[in-house]
């Protein structure tokens, strides 16, 4: 979807959420092939499945759906008698055509919003969420007992007002970014899993599982996601300059997820590489740049998230005896993979130090790596890598409570308690404040 059928969703989003008749529109969506039928149904589950949540879902899913995602979507709703949204939408995208500065000054119609409707919702502890079996089928004590911690209690902490420390954080732009902006902004996600002969890479089986989760996870998290898969180291950087280029003014955050090969390699701020199809790297550096306050304005102040599931280097660590090794978290019967390619010094050998002056500073950035710099990042062929398994669900769990640093501490807690072989994610945070993500 181009930027002016964007910003005709967004100048329109509150209309939308309003009347949307989402329930008249499965059918025609699935018809036109707009969405497909799990898209439909993770639409149907968004929120506490309500309309508006349905319609919010389904408005923010929208941009991702291509160049003729606003024509068909109009279509749809003249389909099912929506008339009054779909001339709405009509007349915004051709006002938009003519001139983009108008749809800035439309006036929409204005929609009365309750009070009730400004309280959060809150999940009820005591009921499972949808699609989730009950803590005693699961036996969370069994599958993630440093993630759930069931026995464990929240802190309390309630403050003035009766809001919980957490909640005067999140609402304080002095201590915590404001995710305010529905969409939050764009999350991009690059899925490697087949590579060319030549490369000598290895097909990543089981990649597809991390790149579905999380493509559900974000959406949950209020994010436009947009995946692209196999793509050659050339084909990576293209797309990720298209995403730094784009317009995040009306958004307030930006997600980068790459899901690939990986090995060591020379760099000054940011260690590691990532591989494209044809077996040439692109390093985390210069991913990572491209989103800088001089490369991306439009990003600027605003928090830039990367998470990188791939090797940091081909070291294999066995890990050291400690008295609360568990058997049971040895994983019986699994059958991991690395995601490896040995270290290359470039022909050049590593940048001179008169470089690092002319570098901008980083800043509101934050890279999370799925391993240590030098080893391996450990991938079951049949329910995915170790990180992203336990990254999605420490965001199921904790997300609506705790801050980025505090769910990736909870992640590397769990993961490094894995495995015959042993794995430790970290990060790199340049960020400024807190973030908690927007979950309701």
């Known amino acids: ?64 759906r291509g160049s003729r995602a606003l024509p068909l979507f109009i279509s749809c709703l003249e389909d099912t008698g929506q008339h009054s949204l779909a001339s709405l939408l009509r007349t915004s995208s051709q006002t938009a055509r003519r001139d983009p500065e108008a749809i800035r000054h439309l006036h929409l119609k204005p929609v009365a919003v309750r009070p009730e409707e400004l309280r959060a919702v809150k999940q009820d502890p005591s009921k499972p969420a949808p699609g989730r079996l009950p803590p005693a089928v699961l036996g969370p004590e069994k599958l993630y007992p440093q993630v759930l911690r069931p026995g464990v209690p929240r802190p309390v902490d309630i403050g003035a007002g009766g809001f919980s420390a957490h909640e005067r954080q999140r609402g304080n732009p002095d201590l915590a970014y404001i995710l305010n902006a529905d969409p939050c902004g764009y999350c991009l996600i690059i899925n490697n899993v087949n590579f060319c002969h030549k490369s000598g890479l290895s097909t990543r089986t089981g990649s597809h599982v991390d790149c579905e989760k999380l493509q559900r996870r974000f959406r949950l998290l209020h994010f436009a996601v947009e995946v692209e898969s196999d793509l050659t180291a050339q084909r ?136 240590f710099p030098g080893f391996v990042s450990w991938r079951d062929t049949k329910s995915g890598s170790w990180y992203i398994e336990t990254l999605d669900d420490v965001l199921e769990q904790w997300a609506p409570s705790d801050d980025l640093q505090s769910l990736l501490l909870r992640v590397a807690n769990a993961v490094s308690e894995k495995g015959t072989y042993k794995q430790i994610p970290g990060c790199f945070n340049f960020l400024r404040k807190k973030l908690f993500f927007k979950t309701s």
């Not at 639409?43 to 899913?61: E, M």
């Not at 090995?263 to 590691?272: C, D, E």
């Not at 044809?278 to 991913?287: Q, T, W």
């Not at 690395?338 to 590593?350: M, S």
């Open 1 to 64: 979807m181009d930027d002016a059928d964007r910003q005709v969703l967004r100048r329109c989003r509150v209309q939308l959420v309003s009347e949307l008749q989402v329930a008249n529109l499965w059918d025609a969506l699935l018809t036109c092939e707009l969405f497909q039928p799990d898209m439909i149904e993770d639409i149907q589950r968004a929120g506490s499945g309500s309309r508006r949540d349905q319609a919010r879902q389904l408005v923010t899913d929208l941009e991702t």
């Open 236 to 371: 990576m950087l293209r797309a990720l300059e298209e995403l730094a280029q784009r317009d995040h003014g009306t958004l307030d955050c930006c997600v980068v997820v790459i899901l690939s090969h990986g090995r060591q390699a020379s760099h000054l701020q940011f260690p590691g590489a990532v591989y494209g199809t044809d077996g040439s790297a692109v390093s985390v550096e210069k991913i990572v740049n491209l989103f800088n306050g001089t490369r991306c304005p439009s990003l600027g102040g605003k928090p830039k998230l990367f998470f990188i599931q791939a090797c940091g280097g081909e070291k294999k660590d066995q890990g050291f005896e400690v008295v609360s090794a568990s058997r049971e978290d040895r994983v019986p019967g699994g059958n991991p993979e690395p995601d490896a390619r040995p270290f290359q010094e470039p022909p050049g050998g590593y940048d001179q130090p008169d470089a690092v002056s002319s570098l901008p500073t980083p800043s509101d950035i934050f890279v999370s790596y799925s391993t």
